[in-house]
């Protein structure tokens, strides 16, 4: 996402000013956010084993062996970018619930946020063990 298409989010979501209003709507996107990386994870990950499976069929390991390679990476590459967006999107809601005093929510707000990290980092290590697990058959 852009830096202007962050701008725009976090604008939507700071549009009502309450506090619980505006740490209500920025736990909703970040669990929009980790349910987009998620479901695009699943579909790299189906479309690479098809890959892999077709070429390891065709006994071709050692090119099975690259798109499996590939395909780490690219969920790599998307996994950090999701942390990124997230970590983006949060430190602004964070940051504008300490400018409303709302310090106690700023800290749950934060534990979502960290929580929200650390799921996609089991999300990007179950598709690498996935894509690793389709040489095993």
Do not use: W
């Not at 690498?128 to 697990?133: A, F, G, R, V």
């Amino acid at each position: 996402m852009t830096v202007l298409g962050l701008m725009l989010v976090t604008e939507t979501v700071f549009a009502h000013t309450a506090p619980d209003d505006l740490a209500a709507r920025c736990v909703a996107k970040v669990d929009q956010t980790i349910d987009r990386c998620e479901s695009a994870a699943a579909d790299e990950t189906t479309e690479c084993l098809q890959q892999i499976r077709r070429l390891l069929a065709d006994g071709q390991e050692q090119a099975a062996r690259r798109v499996a390679a590939d395909c780490i990476d690219s969920a790599t590459e998307r996994a950090e970018k999701c942390a990124k967006y997230i970590k983006r999107l949060c430190n602004a809601c964070i940051d504008e619930l300490v400018n409303l005093g709302a310090t106690q929510l700023a800290r749950r707000v934060n534990q979502v946020c960290e929580d929200a990290i650390s799921d996609i980092r089991l999300i990007l290590q179950r598709e690498k063990n996935t894509i690793q697990n389709a040489f095993d058959s």
